[in-house]
């Protein structure tokens, strides 16, 4: 038989605590100046909130209803061969102003000949444009932008992306064409169908 090499046992061995172990009192005391200089560094907004906001419900929604109209929203129209205004009016028994932004028509523009008849109807005079005032055409953060600053309209998208961005957003109701009419969801007034 070989000779058996003598190794220390594991219990045996004196443990020595490291100069940078958590739980020297030095190391501790650093530790809670560290915590005490992030919290003072950390500074906490709150996005104020509208004034016209009663909880969730929106006192600034009141007719003529200013409505913001989306690509998706009028292609889909175009689809189910609905007019524009006098289906709005069905929808929410008020007078209507459908609003289309600058994004919107140059979104309607790069999808090329097969929008055209919605480019036409975008382009028609009756509606009201806004001008955008910031780079770039992409239409669904134009609206989530105009929204957020001004919640006296109402969205009007068949985008599921955009719901969902505009449902986080207190106080503003969707529209949307579903079954050969538009729907209305989030809006206190609505009557019910």
């Avoid at 070989?2 to 045996?12: C, N, P």
């Avoid at 028509?105 to 806004?130: H, N, T």
Wanted: charged share 35%; hydrophobic share 35%.
């Amino acid at each position: 038989m070989g000779i058996q090499k003598r190794t220390r046992k594991f219990a045996q061995v004196k443990r020595l605590i490291g100069k940078r172990d958590s739980r020297l009192k030095q190391n501790q005391d650093k530790g809670e100046m560290e915590a005490r200089k992030k919290r003072a560094e950390l500074v906490r907004e709150i996005p104020q909130v509208s004034s016209s906001l009663f909880f969730q419900y929106n006192t600034a929604l009141v007719p003529p209803y200013s409505i913001l109209i989306d690509t998706n929203f009028l292609s889909h129209t175009v689809q189910r061969k609905l007019e524009l205004l006098p289906t709005m009016m069905d929808c929410l028994y008020a007078k209507c102003t459908p609003i289309i932004t600058d994004c919107c028509i140059a979104e309607l523009e790069k999808l090329g000949r097969r929008y055209r008849i919605a480019l036409r109807i975008a382009r028609d005079e009756r509606w009201e444009r806004l001008r955008c005032d910031h780079k770039g055409v992409y239409a669904d953060d134009c609206i989530v932008d105009r929204v957020m600053k001004h919640k006296i309209y109402i969205v009007a998208t068949n985008d599921r992306d955009l719901k969902r961005r505009i449902r986080k957003i207190p106080g503003v109701p969707i529209m949307s064409v579903a079954r050969g009419k538009y729907v209305i969801e989030r809006l206190p007034d609505a009557p019910e169908k």
